[in-house]
C-alpha cells in the first residue's frame, strides 16, 4: 500500500519549496509506526506512506539498513533512519513537538514510558491471540493500575486542565496517548465508563490536533471493516 499525506500548511517553515519530505517504509501488518504518522500527520508536511508485505519484504531486505524496519528516508537527510521510537524522537524535535528544557524532556519522556508500558501488554494479547481473554490479562499484568499512575501523573500540578507537558501545544507524549487509548479500548472495551478523564484528554488533544482526528476517524473505519471482514470468515469457516 502507498499512500502520501499532503497537509495545507507547515507551521515549521514559512517556505514550503524547502520543506523536506518523508518516506515511511515499514510492514502493512504492523502497527509500531503509527505514533510516526500521526506526528507527520500532525506536522501537516508531505509524507509517503509504503507498506509492504511479508513477499515484498524478503526481495527487499538485503537492500535495507540493518536489514531491519522501519526505515525513514528524509530529503533534506542522508542517513536512512533506523528504530520507531528514535524516528519518532527526531520528528517530535523537527516539528517542535518536544522540548529543550530538561524538566519538560523529562516529563515527556516519563509519560512516554508508562504509555509504552501499557502498550507492550496489549501487544502481548494480541501476539498470543488472547483477545477473548484480553480485559481479564490486561487486569492480571496491572494494566489498569498502570494507567491510573498515568493519569495521576496528568493530574500533577493541574495539568490535566492541558496537556501533559506543555498547555498550548501538542507534544510526542499526547500523540502517543491518542495510540495508547485507541489501543486500550481493544481490550478494555469500557474503560472510558471506568476512567472518563481519559475520555477527556483524548478529546481534548484531538481538537488540538484536527488533521490526527480526521486520520483517527478514517483508521478507525478502516479497523471496523477488518473486523466485519475477519468475523464473515470465520463464520465462513464455522459454517463449512
Known amino acids: 500500500i502507498n499512500a ?12 514550503k519549496m524547502q520543506t523536506p519530505t518523508f518516506k515511511l517504509t515499514c510492514f502493512d501488518h504492523k502497527r509500531r509506526c503509527e505514533l510516526i504518522r500521526r506526528l507527520l500527520v500532525a506536522a501537516e508536511c508531505k509524507w509517503e506512506d509504503k507498506r509492504v508485505n511479508d513477499e ?9 539498513t ?13 542517513t536512512v533512519l533506523t528504530q520507531s521510537m528514535a524516528i519518532a524522537r527526531f520528528l517530535a524535535c523537527k516539528f517542535n513537538m518536544y522540548s529543550t528544557n530538561e524538566w519538560e ?4 519522556e516519563r509519560a512516554c514510558e508508562q504509555m509504552r508500558d501499557i502498550l507492550r501488554i496489549i501487544k502481548r494479547i494480541e501476539e498470543n491471540k488472547q483477545t477473548n481473554k484480553a480485559e481479564e490479562i490486561f487486569k492480571q499484568k496491572h494494566g489498569r493500575e498502570m494507567v491510573r499512575t498515568l493519569m495521576n501523573f496528568v493530574r500533577e500540578d493541574g495539568r490535566e486542565n492541558c496537556f501533559f507537558v506543555m498547555t498550548k501545544r501538542v507534544t510526542i507524549a499526547e500523540l502517543m496517548f491518542t495510540l495508547m487509548c485507541d489501543n ?19 478529546e481534548r488533544v484531538l481538537k488540538k490536533t ?11 473505519r478502516q479497523q471496523q471493516q477488518q473486523r466485519q471482514q475477519q468475523q464473515h470468515k470465520q463464520q465462513q469457516q464455522q459454517q463449512q
Do not use: F, H
Request: aromatic share 8%; hydrophobic share 35%; charged share 25%.
Open 66 to 78: 540493518g536489514e531491519r524496519l522501519p526505515i525513514m528516508e528524509v530529503s533534506d537527510c542522508k
Open 210 to 220: 484536527p488533521t490526527v482526528a480526521k486520520w483517527v476517524r478514517n483508521g478507525s
Open 56 to 64: 515484498e519484504w524478503r526481495r527487499m531486505k538485503t537492500t535495507v
Open 184 to 202: 486500550l479500548r481493544t481490550v478494555v472495551p469500557n474503560v472510558y465508563t471506568e476512567m472518563p478523564e481519559l475520555e477527556t484528554m483524548y
Open 105 to 108: 524532556v523529562y516529563l515527556i
Open 4 to 15: 502520501e499525506y499532503m497537509g495545507d500548511t507547515v507551521e515549521q517553515s514559512t517556505n
